[in-house]
């Protein structure tokens, strides 16, 4: 029964905005339990990326990305939100720490690259703003994880990027940016063989 009232639920406007409420409550939760953790440093990281996983999971799939990308979106921008909040508390001798944002941030490219239409202006500025905030906010804590999806953000929408537009052209791309176009290829290489 709750299950069915669920999915009724998220399938609205206000549903949506119900079902994300109640992810960024259970996104807090996660983060209070590890900044009140009496766990070793690792083991308490540990279990945070697995329940942040899990809980994503169960969040994402409640849309349909083929009817509307944009509620899960939503529900990466609150996810990344909330990992920023929560990665001062996190040790990087825990591995997945690195390794649940890069997912997370390639799982946010690969939408954007599934997305039929480009974002509406205001939303990709809104978008835009929170990624580059969140990169400057993580790189203070050395991590570098959404370097990627900062990248691609830096033009007025995704395939605008003209690294990007490279790419997929097969273009001859200016070597300064070498390093940075390097990354960038590979992952959009990533993300082109996982279709």
Known sequence: MADEEAEQESGSPGGDL?????????LLE????????????VQAATEYCTQLCQTL????????????????LEVYTVAIRSYVKARPYLTSECEN?????????????????????????????EFQAFVQVAHKNLMENGS?????LTTLTQEKGVWKNPVLCGILSQEQLDPEKGAIDLQFRIAVSVLISLD
């Open 18 to 26: 119900l079902e994300l409420r109640r992810l960024r409550e259970r």
């Open 30 to 41: 996660l983060e209070t339990g590890l900044r009140e953790s009496a766990q070793p440093a």
């Open 57 to 72: 999971l169960e969040y994402a799939e409640k849309w349909k990305t083929s009817e509307d990308p944009l509620p899960l």
């Open 97 to 125: 720490v690195a390794f649940v944002l890069e997912r997370l941030a390639l799982s946010c490219i690969e939408l954007l690259l599934c997305l039929p239409l480009d974002l509406p202006e205001s939303k990709w500025e």
């Open 144 to 148: 570098r994880e959404l370097h990627i």
